[in-house]
């Protein structure tokens, strides 16, 4: 099977990575071991096990989207792909500067945060669930926007000032812009990475951290959430292995928004789990986020309406 990412990995479990194949019966052990949240599967660049159907209530994308008409009208659906056109092309521009000069575009990044900012005051829960289908060659880019508009959202929804929601939303757009210039020869590696491969693919965090830091006067908040999203609340996390309240409150925003939208995302080759799969897995993970504000998330992002699937 081609494990294109295990998401929720405890960083002591060693080079557990993305974009591998598993080739031997001790790879498989190492992995069903791990204590992972979920590992994804691509089809098309591996093979299935056969053993069963794909739970019945996880959704393809087919039925998101037409889940998604019966929850928001036509009008709002329409909003949503309009601030999506709009908003693509300058998050890809902004992941290209990075990419090819590792600088990061500002200005990109401010047009991408205030559509998004607009979008989500009045039609959040649309643009997050038309975020979902993400189509490969745009994949990376939606994940972008879909944490941004979440981050925003719950900032909102937990009583933050605009200008912390903004920086919130701007961190979302960035959190994984170390990735870009992780080379692509790792990034993408089909084998088994090596102790020293692995290590440069949890070096993103502190790659982005410097092509930010550099790149002219970015908010402390911005730079919190690209160091420290992959902080877990019991320290099992990396870069640094903080530990509770010592993890930046955004960070702690961001790795729920972050997983959240992994989980429920549908891929060409991946139905999405539903949001109470998700919310069940994540409280399931005890020591990976701040219950506080996970409740908190559960409460007034779901219960409280804002995201209907």
Known sequence: MYVERVEGAPAKQG???DNYVISSPNELRQLMQCHAMSAIIDLDRGCDTGDGP??????????LEEELLQHYSSEEVAQAKSTIAKAVPNIRQMMGAARENAAFDLEMASVATADIMAS????????????KLKQVDEGTFLHS??????????????GLDEPMVRELGMGGLVHDIGKTVI?????????????????IIRSHPQRGYAILKRSGPIPESVLAICLSHHEKFDGGGYPQGLAGHKIPYVARIASICDVYDALTTVRPYKAAWTKAEA??????SRGHFDLALL????????????LKL
Do not use: Y
């Open 15 to 17: 080079p557990l990575r």
């Open 54 to 63: 794909s739970a019945p209530s996880s959704k393809g994308q087919a039925e």
């Open 120 to 131: 989500a005051a009045d039609n959040a829960g649309a643009l997050i669930g038309l975020a």
């Open 145 to 158: 926007l879909s944490v941004a508009a979440l981050m925003i959202t719950f900032g909102r929804a937990l």
């Open 183 to 199: 080379p692509l020869n790792v990034l993408q590696k089909g084998d088994k990475l090596t102790n020293t491969e692995f290590s």
């Open 279 to 284: 919310l069940e897995k994540m409280l399931a």
């Open 295 to 306: 409740r908190a998330f559960i409460s007034k992002m779901v219960i409280g309406g804002e």
